[in-house]
């Protein structure tokens, strides 16, 4: 499986901008990025995805690189229910549905008030 | 509209002991899969099910298994158990096996397993 790379933690101010980066180098053409969060005592929830072009949504916007090797997950302002790890994960597909999605340790974003 | 439900929520279990647990996706979803979270890891796929057979498996010994029942329920089953086992056990529901369904898995809140 291609391989993520995240910073272990980042920190932010409540109402701010934040920006977490995510390196893929090895990433293949099939390959989806995907950004999930896990907020503390629940699992793992869905926050945006994209293969090659920019995409928003109403949680967030994803800011993939023109080769693809890196992306930004992009919270437009912070508020302390953001607080959560953050996962950014390649999900490939190969003729058919892939559910196996390789999580790494994350990003643990900490919102300040 | 009730998201996916794990059960039972927490539960303690010594070890060679079986243990089976529960999950039912979300509503329209024909898809499960099982996760395994140790503390402070992330989540580590176990295996999918759809139309009541496993279709994917991760890196799990053979002591992990799993059923998929008519209403597309799912059980995971764990048997002899190991003190490594302890973990919280995600599950997680979509749709579309085999139609190239690119959109997002809901998961659980998880069953926590402790074994002593």
């Known amino acids: 499986d291609a391989k993520t790379t995240q910073p272990n933690s980042m920190e932010s101010n409540e109402e701010e901008p934040v920006h977490l980066p995510c390196n893929h180098s090895?990433?293949?053409?099939?390959?989806?990025i995907h950004w999930y969060r896990q907020l503390p005592s629940q699992g793992p929830e869905y926050v945006i995805h994209?293969?090659?072009s920019n995409v928003n949504n109403r949680m967030a916007s994803l800011a993939i690189a023109e080769d693809r090797k890196s992306s930004t997950l992009i919270l437009h302002r912070a508020t302390l229910r953001d607080a959560a790890v953050y996962y950014c994960?390649?999900?490939?597909?190969?003729?058919?549905?892939?559910?196996?999605?390789?999580f790494g340790k994350g990003t643990l974003l900490t919102v300040n008030p | 509209d009730a998201g996916v439900t794990q059960s039972p929520t927490h539960l303690i279990k010594t070890r060679g002991q079986q243990v089976t647990l529960r999950c039912s996706p979300k509503?329209?979803?024909?898809?499960v899969s099982w996760y395994q979270q140790a503390l402070g890891q992330g989540p580590q796929f176990i295996f999918q099910?759809?139309?009541?057979?496993e279709r994917q498996r991760g890196n799990f010994p053979d002591r992990f298994s799993g059923h998929q029942f008519p209403n597309y329920s799912s059980e995971l089953n764990v048997n002899a158990l190991l003190l490594g086992d302890s973990a919280l056990y995600l599950c997680?529901?979509?749709w579309g096996q085999g139609l190239g369904n690119t959109g997002e898995l809901f998961f659980g809140e998880g069953s926590r397993l402790t074994v002593l």
């Open positions: 099910y759809y139309e009541e057979e």
């Open positions: 994960i390649l999900r490939g597909y190969s003729g058919g549905s892939n559910y196996k999605l390789t």
């Open positions: 994209g293969l090659t």
């Open positions: 997680a529901s979509s």
């Open positions: 090895t990433i293949s053409g099939t390959d989806y």
């Open positions: 509503s329209g979803h024909d898809t």
